[in-house]
């Protein structure tokens, strides 16, 4: 069938429902014209018997199939259902359980794994201060000691300049003996014996 | 089955019948499941929708049933309503580029064994049943919209005016839809065109 125009024909020249048409047909919509054409073209009144039979014949089985479907698979429960009802399902209990587990046995690996490294860098902390020590013990130890030995020789010259002094001091102080012509012949801790001098 | 080329208009007056229907779920959910099911399938060619699309249609309307003011069928206030939950699910799938593409579209075969005979024979039955095949393959080649109108007229009957009510089209939009897919079916069942 060919379409020429709007109008559709067969071989031999016949012309034939277009899709306007058909569809018209199919719609239910009386279009003179197309009853008209029916009354004289036994090919489309055929082709409408077909066409509209295998649409019926799939709204049938569709509608077959769908109610075989709903069967199979009952509806979910229509209403709401509470918020802890989840709680009612076991797997949720073992997923629960897993899910601990799981959490529990990452944490004592990362807390091993975190604890270890910071012993063995505290160990080796400790004993590179004591080998640091006792690197730098000796040179305090000699140090010290030769800072004793100097320290002694120091003070014994400081107490010879010190005791010096004091003599000088003394032997320029004017003291009451000596402003009344007195002698001090020794001066001594404690007791001082003065003998007169004459003016 | 012959389609019924002429349906007479359905009346959407508010009745007791309307109403008890959406006071009861159950009812609700026995009623129309099945065939909100087959049209949800077939409009989108994807199963895991339609049954969540029927399912939360179902519990929409139960629960809006104050909304229903009784001016078209039940059945129309379903599928717009359905119709309206596809769209949603369709614009979130569109975020989920991780969800698996698949398309799950009702499967004819599925249908072996259970066509009833009806007295007729196992060369009619099977005959039926290629027939069947051969509209559902071409509806696989239209359009969301144009298998959905489709759907609504051929396959539950619904009034030009219907559809408009529950796809918001134009009557104009909707015819075209519908001459399309009518066009695709006569090629394939037809031969002719």
Redesign the interface.
Known sequence: ?MEAGNK?QDSNGVE?LT??Q??E????A?VASVQAHLKVCA?CRE?A??????????????????????EE?P??E?ERKPTWAWLLHPQVWVAGAMATALAVGIGMTLHRDHTQPAQQAAATAQSDAAKTQAANAQPIVAKVQAEAKVGSATLKADNALLTAIDGELRADETTPASLYGLEATSYTTGTKSVKRTSN | MQLVLNPGMIGCAMDETILSELENIEALDRMYRARLLRFVAYSTGDMDLAETVVQDCLLKAYNGRESFRGECSVYTWLVHIAGNLVRDHQRTRKFQFWRKVQKMGPDLSELTGVIPSGGSSPETQLLARERAQQVSSALEGLSENQRSVFVMRFVDEMELQEICQATGMQISTVKTHLHRAVKAVRQKVGGSA
Not at chain 1, 25 to 28: H, K
Not at chain 1, 56 to 63: I, K, V, Y
């Open positions: 069938m559709l034939h899709d306007e058909f569809t047909l199919l719609i239910g009386r090919q082709e018997e077909r066409v509209s039979g295998a649409i019926g014949d799939f709204a049938e089985q569709s509608l077959l199939w769908a109610e075989r479907r709903v698979r509806a979910r229509m």
